[in-house]
């Protein structure tokens, strides 16, 4: 079985449908969250998304745009987004996002969108956080989002969690160590590449997989210049930041 691993997607369908050229036959997709909120097409992403066995865990932009989240903690353009991204969504759609749980159980995974410790607001970059998720890690494995950066932190016995590269198109095999991944950001990357990032979990060779896609980036831009969408959202995508 293979499932597609993908975080922060963030209403970017240009990315998705890179994405879905490039990965080959799956049978499901895990999210990590932040489905919607920045991006120019909130219903179309999920209505893709949701045509396929989709398991996704509630990102803070997900909690913002349903109305379970206040927008207050956000800054202005993400703000801004989450208010337009409500908008354009219908009720069954933002029931949808309402209803999406904090972290779920894949086999040997555990989905979250931060942490752990705090599932909607903790970026996981720090060996601490690191160590703190996987002292309440029931699972193997942790996948997560958020940061938008891709890594592998692997659980060392009786030292610190240490932070790995991810590396592109390198199977890297799961075994006895605990694992805390992160595939990198779908919609918008934030570790200076402008391609889109996810990964591929194949359960018969027991690995992961990481890949890069380049999307239409111009394309989501011009969407996004239409809409009336903030310049500094506008931008970052070409930069990967
Ligand atoms: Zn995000």
């Given at each position: ?123 996981l970059v720090s060996v601490e956080a690191a160590a703190a998720s996987l ?6 494995y942790c ?8 890594f592998i932190c692997r659980e060392q016995m009786g030292s610190a969690p240490r932070f790995t590269e991810f590396p592109?198109?390198?199977?890297m095999?799961?075994g006895e160590e605990r694992w805390v991944v992160n ?59």
């Amino acid at each position: 079985m293979k499932t597609l691993l993908l975080a922060d997607i963030h209403s970017n369908l240009e990315a998705l449908e890179a994405i879905f050229a490039d990965c080959g036959s799956f049978d499901q997709i895990w999210c990590m969250g932040d489905v919607v909120g920045y991006g120019p097409d909130p219903v179309k992403a999920l209505e893709v998304l949701r045509s396929h066995d989709f398991r996704c865990v509630s990102g803070n932009h997900d909690a913002a745009v349903a109305g379970v989240l206040s927008v207050e903690e956000f800054n202005h353009a993400a703000a801004w987004a989450a208010r337009w991204t409500a908008q354009q969504l219908g009720s069954e759609q933002l029931a949808f996002l309402r209803e999406l749980p904090l972290t779920r159980e894949e086999g040997p995974f555990t989905l979250v969108h931060g942490s752990l410790r705090a599932a909607l607001w903790e970026y996981l970059v720090s060996v601490e956080a690191a160590a703190a998720s996987l002292a309440l890690l029931n699972t193997s494995y942790c996948l997560v989002g958020h940061s938008h950066l891709p890594f592998i932190c692997r659980e060392q016995m009786g030292s610190a969690p240490r932070f790995t590269e991810f590396p592109e198109r390198e199977p890297m095999r799961l075994g006895e160590e605990r694992w805390v991944v992160n595939p990198g950001g779908v919609g918008q990357p934030r570790d200076g590449d402008s391609r889109s990032s996810y990964a591929i979990y194949d359960t018969e060779e027991g690995t992961i997989e990481r890949r890069r896609v380049v999307y239409d980036i111009s394309k989501t831009q011009r969407k996004m210049e239409l809409a009336g969408h903030p310049e500094s959202l506008i931008r970052r995508l070409e930069f990967g930041h």
